[in-house]
């Protein structure tokens, strides 16, 4: 018998929106000023929620916006295990700085998995975090181990398997991941629990050929899906639809969209097993 040892998994979509967010800063529209908390969208990011064989609960975060503090304490978070970033747009990153309250409450360093170009952009950007010794006064910053990932890298924490993928935002090649629950021997379990086997695909307007080998047998598929009218670097909603429909994933959650989409407009027009994501919105357990 091939069975899972995580306990208890599941996908907590922490934000669902678009860059902007929704309400957009200074926009009327219908959408912006919806009564349904469903319209509300934060910048978009994830977290898998799971308990590991020893008993221990783990949180893993997908990308990490600048609207992670309100997403942390909505949820109560009180540790992260680690960070997988999916490329270095600012909606995906500007959170950083703020997971070194985990440090302080873990007292333990934050794993941070991403590609090369990102992992520049991180250390650019949070230059205090990763060159603290240049710092005028010694104040206390994240602590933070960045290990650079490539699409094809496949990384083992807690029973979980994360697989790096290339998905196209516009020109820029940017990761996506599938998350697969391992057995006792450290191979793929027969038996994966909800959500698994899992690909989370934010920011993209193509799917190229070789990804597709990541989507098979899906369980969960969590796919962009920006707006109707055309995009240079999101899936409009027919595009995201058709890639939904190839795949074949027993559920997928759309995510990343703007205030051109109406949750309760669009979620009574989908087919079985598709569905317009939210804020909050659990998958699995
Ligand atoms: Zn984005
Ligand atoms: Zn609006
Ligand atoms: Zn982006």
Redesign the pocket.
């Known amino acids: 018998m091939s069975t899972a040892v995580v306990r208890d998994a599941r996908l907590l979509l922490l934000g669902t929106g678009?860059?902007a967010g929704v309400p957009v800063i200074g926009c009327d529209c219908a959408i912006c000023r919806s009564d349904d908390p469903r319209d509300r969208r934060t910048r978009?990011g994830a977290a898998i929620e799971f308990t590991d064989a020893d008993g221990h609960a783990r949180r893993y975060l997908i990308d990490c916006g600048p609207d992670h503090r309100e997403h942390s304490i909505r949820h109560r978070f009180t540790r992260c295990d680690g960070i997988f970033f999916t490329h270095d747009?600012v909606?995906?990153t500007f959170g950083l700085d703020d997971v070194r309250r985990y440090n302080a409450l873990m007292k333990a360093p934050i794993e941070v998995f991403a590609d090369a170009r990102t992992r520049e952009f991180l250390e650019r950007v949070y230059r205090h975090i990763f060159r603290r010794h240049e710092n005028v006064n010694d104040s206390f910053v994240a602590d933070l181990f960045v290990r650079t990932i490539a699409a094809g890298d496949t990384i083992d924490r807690h029973g979980l398997r994360f697989t790096a993928f290339e998905v196209l935002h516009g020109r820029l090649p940017v990761l996506a991941y599938r998350i697969d629950a391992l057995d006792a021997t450290g191979a793929i379990a027969r038996d994966q629990p909800a959500p698994f086997p899992l690909a989370y695909c934010?920011?993209l307007s193509a799917m190229p050929p070789d990804a597709w080998r990541h989507l098979r047998g899906l369980r969960t598929l969590v796919l962009d899906m920006l707006r109707y009218r055309r995009h240079p670097t999101h899936l409009t909603v027919d595009e995201a639809l058709s890639i939904a429909h190839d795949a074949g994933a027993s559920r997928t959650v759309f995510v990343?969209m703007t205030h051109d989409i109406s949750h309760a407009d669009l979620s009574g027009r989908l087919p079985a097993g598709m569905e317009l994501g939210f804020d909050g919105m659990v998958l699995g357990a």
């Open positions: 678009t860059s978009s747009h909606d995906h934010t920011d990343h």
